[in-house]
Nanobody, 119 residues
Framework: QVQLVESGGGLVQAGGSLRLSCAAS????????MGWYRQAPEKLRELVAS???????NYADSVKGRFTISRDNAKNTVYLQMNSLKPEDTGVYYCNINWVAFSTAYNYWGQGTQVTVSS
């Protein structure tokens, strides 16, 4: 079993900052990619940012220059620093981790944390 515990969501005014954390525990092999997705009301879940085990990052165009993803491999934890927040950043943010071991793909999601940005 793998558990993902997210924290750091909340209510913030536009222009403010939040830092999300996601700690993974349990039967983890070697996590390849860790990432954050978000889902706004009545919209599909979308990738916000991801980071691979070698530190390569990928960001949605809408958050480039404002959000920074990082990870602590020793703690199996991924972070998302969100600055200059906008109302359109509002949504439920989900942590995701995945890896392949012995030809089997593993993919896990956190329970989600609400981020609300007021105008």
């Amino acid at each position: 079993q793998v558990q993902l515990v997210e924290s750091g969501g909340g209510l913030v005014q536009a222009g403010g900052s939040l830092r999300l954390s996601c700690a993974a525990s349990g039967s983890i092999f070697s996590i390849n990619t860790m990432g954050w997705y978000r889902q706004a009301p009545e919209k599909l879940r979308e990738l916000v940012a991801s980071i691979t085990s070698d530190g390569s990052t990928n960001y949605a165009d809408s958050v480039k220059g404002r959000f920074t993803i990082s990870r602590d491999n020793a703690k199996n934890t991924v972070y998302l620093q969100m600055n200059s927040l906008k109302p359109e950043d509002t949504g439920v943010y989900y942590c995701n981790i995945n890896w392949v071991a012995f030809s089997t793909a593993y993919n896990y999601w956190g329970q989600g944390t609400q981020v609300t940005v007021s105008s």
